[in-house]
């Protein structure tokens, strides 16, 4: 994942992180085959939990910062430690719960998204605050499915 200005285009931002999160989703379906070996990508160890937990954790903290910039206050420092932590739940089976788990969660956030962004004008999503993003830049990071393909389709 990049920290790079993510470049955006005339794609409707919103409909964006829902690809993402049917991509994302669409994987995840092949890891219950998951044979417990975590997967080298980029330096960085992950697994199925930990693509869905990174996929959650991104969505969550720029919804957040959305939030915060929509409503004219502070965004909060990111404390998250990311893709460099491995934690023990990350290298748990993951099963057709946990699956069911993350599909609603998933389609969930992707919903708040979709609605908060189609709820912004062109303005607004493309105005320049200082050195933030702009929240269409945002959305278009957001919509990145670099975790998810960290892992891949198994099977």
């Known amino acids: 994942m990049s920290d790079d200005i993510p470049e955006t285009d005339d794609r409707d931002p919103a409909e964006l992180i829902e ?14 085959q998951w044979d417990g070996r975590p997967l080298d990508f980029d330096d960085r160890i992950f697994t199925p939990h930990k693509a ?10 720029h919804l957040a910062e959305v939030e ?5 206050r ?3 420092v990111d404390r998250w430690h990311g893709s460099a932590i491995t ?3 990350d290298l748990t089976a993951f099963s057709e719960q946990d699956l069911d ?12 998204w979709s609605i908060r ?8 999503l493309d105005r320049v605050e200082g050195t933030a993003w702009t929240l269409r830049q945002v959305a278009f990071h957001v919509a990145d499915t670099y975790y998810a393909d960290a892992v891949g389709k198994l099977g």
Request: proline content about 4%.
């Open 19 to 32: 690809q993402s999160v049917t991509h994302a989703l669409r994987l995840a379906r092949t890891w219950t």
């Open 68 to 72: 915060a910039r929509l409503a004219g």
């Open 117 to 124: 962004l189609n709820g912004l004008d062109d303005e607004r």
């Open 74 to 76: 502070p965004t909060l």
């Open 101 to 112: 788990e993350a599909t609603s969660r998933l389609t969930r956030l992707a919903q708040i």
């Open 87 to 89: 934690t023990p739940a």
């Open 52 to 61: 869905i937990r990174r996929t959650v954790d991104h969505l969550v903290d």
